[in-house]
């Protein structure tokens, strides 16, 4: 490939410090190295990740972590192209670590300097591990996002709707939370679901019946929390009581997630019916009956599904470089200007909706 492009690219946006080397074109590229660093025991004693904190042990640990991806990918500064670094949205002391830090590398080292928006990484995922040909459509979903996407290239993004309140992955850890499971809570939450019975108890689907594919999901934590006191005054929380709130909370998730997914894709599907692809990203996008229920919504429509591997789904830096690796491609670079962004739409034209998640609503 001799006009492969080769990028190091960085994630700080919220507690995950991220960073790795791609190679490739657009639609062509392959993840040289990716290490992802996790805070998570660092804020473990706060209930949800500390901004200050997390600010603080990304700033410490960036450089480490940018040095043992080039190593793991055999290269030195002088064999990039470019760095590329989350510029926003997400929690602004993250973001600012990782812009700086890429700025000094790229003055130090004489290299182009890339912004890129954390959730343009999400939605170019599918690109750098399946080679997706524009357009797709993408359901992002995970502790801080919730929302379908209309990608139609790599600066051209129409959300068609999300969450209006929190994001799954807030209900799925907030749920852990109050039955005393541990974080994260997805996982948790799905392994007692398994042997659970997802009758017993009556969740509500919020906003099933309003019209178009925005969603909500704090009702569901509240659910639970009534649901779960309501348990206590009787018999105490059992462990079967456990399980069954889990099968009942999740399968609400699932029961929203597949209606809303088949509506989006009714959507999209009548503007671009030669292309029919949904593509998911995010944390939660890991969970086994999520999946099942997008796929079986999928398989009705005649419609393609891909889910990338769960390391590129989290957050991580390979995204960051490959979406930088698509910006550079096209001639586009930043300067020492480069600003960081608490919030940042990708769909400029509803940059007024709400689409929250425990990083605040910001796309
Ligand atoms: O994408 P991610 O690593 O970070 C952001 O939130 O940006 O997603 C983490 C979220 C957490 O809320 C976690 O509980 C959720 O994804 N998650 C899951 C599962 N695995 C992780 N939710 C449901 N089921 C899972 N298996
Ligand atoms: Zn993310």
Redesign the pocket.
């Known amino acids: 490939m001799s006009d492969a492009l080769t990028i190091l690219g960085l994630e700080s946006s919220?507690?995950?410090t991220g960073a790795a080397v791609v190679r490739g074109q657009p639609g062509k590229a392959q993840v040289l190295s990716s290490v992802v660093e996790g805070q998570t025991s660092l804020h473990a004693a706060f209930g949800g990740v500390v901004p200050e904190i997390a600010a603080r042990a990304h700033a410490e640990r960036l450089d480490d972590v940018v040095r043992q991806a080039l190593s793991q990918a055999g290269l030195g500064l002088r064999d990039l192209d470019g760095i590329a670094v989350t510029a926003g949205p997400g929690l602004i002391g993250g973001v600012m670590s990782g812009v700086i830090c890429a700025k000094g590398i790229a003055l130090g080292a004489g290299l182009p300097l890339i912004g890129v928006n954390h959730l343009a990484g999400h939605a170019l995922t599918p690109r750098l591990t399946d080679g997706a040909v524009f357009p797709y459509l993408m359901l992002l979903?995970?502790?801080?996002?919730c929302q379908f996407l209309l990608v139609r290239g790599p600066d051209e993004y129409r959300r068609l709707g999300g969450t209006i309140d929190d994001?799954?992955?807030?209900a799925?850890?907030k749920t852990?939370r109050l039955l005393a499971l541990p974080?994260?809570?997805?996982?948790s939450?799905?392994a007692e679901a398994r042997n659970g019975d997802a009758k017993r108890f009556r969740f509500p689907r919020p906003l099933l019946d309003r019209e178009g594919c925005d969603m909500s999901f704090s009702g569901l934590k509240t659910a639970v929390l009534r649901m779960r006191d309501q348990v206590m005054e009787g018999n105490g929380l059992r462990q079967q009581d456990r399980a069954d709130l889990c099968a009942g909370f999740?399968a609400a998730v699932v029961d929203v997630l597949a209606e809303k997914t088949r509506r989006a894709l009714a959507l999209y599907l009548a503007e671009n019916p030669a292309q029919p692809m949904l593509a998911v990203?995010?944390?939660?996008a890991?969970?086994?009956a999520?999946r099942a229920g997008l796929e079986t919504v999928c398989a009705d429509m005649h419609t393609a599904f891909t889910a990338p591997p769960l390391a590129l789904?989290?957050?991580n830096g390979a995204m960051i470089a490959y979406a930088g690796l698509e910006r550079f491609a096209r001639g586009e670079r930043d300067d020492m200007t480069l600003a960081a962004r608490p919030r940042w739409p990708l769909d400029r034209s509803s940059a007024g909706m709400l689409g929250g998640?425990?990083?605040g609503p910001k796309a």
Request: aromatic share 2%; net charge negative.
């Open positions: 919220c507690d995950d979903v995970s502790g801080g996002h994001a799954p992955g807030e799925f850890d852990a974080q994260p809570g997805g996982p939450v799905e999740q990203a995010g944390g939660v890991a969970n086994k999520i789904c989290t957050d998640g425990r990083k």
